[in-house]
Structure formats: C-alpha cells, structure tokens
C-alpha cells in the first residue's frame, strides 16, 4: 500500500487504520476519519503519510467536537 493513515495518541505512538493505493481513496478515508465525532480523548492527530517517499502529507489535530461527550 502507498497512502498510510494513522493515529497519533497522547503517548506520542501512532497507530495504523488504513492503508490505500490510490490518494483520491485515502483522501476520503482521512476526511471520513477526521469529522468523525466518537474519539477517545487520548487520540490527538490523525495522519496521512506516503510511504514511498516516507513523508507525512497531512495531519490534523482533533479538536473538542471530535471526541465523546461526557
């Protein structure tokens, strides 16, 4: 797979979600994960990196409105 999507925790490890050959499907994918809403509150960032090349194209911090409400 090219296109590595991941999540970084408050522990500075990242964890793997989904891997994709073509960007068009894990652009979709990384925007899916990003206005998702049922975050625990120790997942800071989600992260979009090419492997080929090993550079990161995109990452976002989750904000408040992404995690569980208590």
């Given at each position: ?30 925007n ?39």
């Open positions: 797979m090219v296109y590595r999507i991941a999540i970084g925790s408050e522990d500075g490890a990242f964890r793997d979600v989904c891997c994709h050959e073509d960007l068009d499907d894990a652009m979709e994918a990384f899916d994960l990003i206005n998702q809403r049922d975050w625990c509150q120790s997942d800071l960032v989600v992260s979009l990196t090419d492997d080929r090349s090993g550079k990161r194209l995109a990452q976002y911090g989750l904000q408040d409105f992404n995690y569980r409400s208590l």
